[in-house]
C-alpha cells in the first residue's frame, strides 16, 4: 500500500444527493490533489493543496467543493452531479508540491456512479 | 507547453518476452519524467523516473527506461514479462509552467501478457 487511503471505495448517487469522499495519507506530506480518472481519457488535475491552501482549481464545476483541514485529510464534497461525473477519483499527495522531481504518491481511488 | 504522447494503447507480449511501451513528449524546459501503473480497482504506483541523473533509469519489478533527449523518447522495457504485469501504464512529464510545476499525463497503454 502507499500510505494513501480513499473512503469510499464506491459510490453510487443519484443527480440530486449530497456525499463527500474523503482523503487520508500517512505519510508526512503536505500536497494534496484530487485528479479525475475516466474512460479512455488522460488523468485530469482538479484541485491542488498545499499547506492547507488551494493553489490550483483546474476550471471545475462548482458542484466538487474541496476542503482540506490539514495535511493529512482532503475532502471533495459532491453535490447536483450529472451522469457525466462518473469516474474513478484520485487522491495524491506529494512532499511539498513544488519540486519537479517530486513524487506524486496515490490513492486506491473512489469509483463514482452517478444515475 | 508540454505534452505526453504514448503511442500505443494496447501492447500485448506473451510471458516471457520483452516488454516495450513508447512514450513521446514534448516540453520547454528540461523535465522531469515519470511512468507509474495501475493494476484493476487500484491506484497509481511509481515505477520509475528520470530526474536529469542517469539517463538509463531502473525501476521497480525489472522495467526500465531510457531517457533519449534528442529523440523526446521515454521508452519503457522490460526483458521478460511476466503475467503479474498485465495493467496500465501511464508515462508522466512533469514541468515548470510559469512559476508553477505541471504534470501532464499520457492517455495510458493497456499492457496485456
Known amino acids: 500500500e502507499t500510505g494513501v487511503t480513499q473512503t469510499p471505495r464506491h459510490l453510487v448517487m443519484g443527480m440530486t444527493n449530497k456525499k463527500s469522499l474523503k482523503c487520508e495519507q500517512h505519510?508526512?506530506?503536505?500536497?494534496m490533489y484530487w485528479y479525475k480518472q475516466s474512460a479512455k481519457k488522460p488523468l485530469e488535475l482538479m484541485f491542488v493543496?498545499?499547506?492547507?491552501?488551494?493553489?490550483e482549481n483546474n476550471s471545475v464545476p462548482s458542484r466538487f467543493s474541496p476542503e482540506c483541514p490539514n495535511s493529512s485529510h482532503l475532502f471533495l464534497h459532491l453535490h447536483t452531479l450529472q451522469p457525466e461525473d462518473s469516474a474513478l477519483y484520485l487522491c495524491?499527495?506529494?512532499?511539498?508540491?513544488?519540486?519537479?522531481?517530486?513524487?506524486?504518491?496515490f490513492g486506491p481511488g473512489t469509483r463514482l456512479l452517478v444515475l | 507547453a508540454q505534452s505526453v504522447t504514448q503511442l500505443d494503447s494496447h501492447v500485448s507480449v506473451s510471458e516471457g518476452t520483452p516488454v516495450l511501451l513508447r512514450c513521446n513528449y514534448s516540453?520547454?524546459?528540461?523535465?522531469?519524467l515519470f511512468w507509474y501503473v495501475q493494476h484493476p480497482n487500484k491506484g497509481l504506483q511509481l515505477l520509475l523516473k528520470?530526474?536529469?541523473?542517469?539517463?538509463l533509469v531502473k525501476g521497480i519489478n525489472g522495467f526500465e527506461a531510457e531517457f533519449k533527449k534528442s529523440e523526446t523518447s521515454f521508452h519503457l522495457t522490460k526483458p521478460s514479462a511476466h503475467m503479474s504485469d498485465a495493467a496500465e501504464y501511464f508515462c508522466?512529464?512533469?514541468?515548470?509552467?510559469?512559476?508553477?510545476?505541471?504534470?501532464?499525463f499520457g492517455s495510458g497503454t493497456q499492457l496485456t501478457v
Open positions: 528520470y530526474t536529469s541523473a542517469a539517463t
Open positions: 495524491a499527495s506529494s512532499l511539498s508540491g513544488g519540486a519537479m522531481q517530486e513524487t506524486q504518491y
Open positions: 493543496y498545499n499547506f492547507k491552501e488551494q493553489t
Open positions: 505519510l508526512g506530506h503536505n500536497a
Open positions: 516540453s520547454s524546459y528540461s523535465p522531469s
Open positions: 508522466v512529464v512533469s514541468d515548470l509552467s510559469g512559476s508553477a510545476r505541471q504534470l501532464t
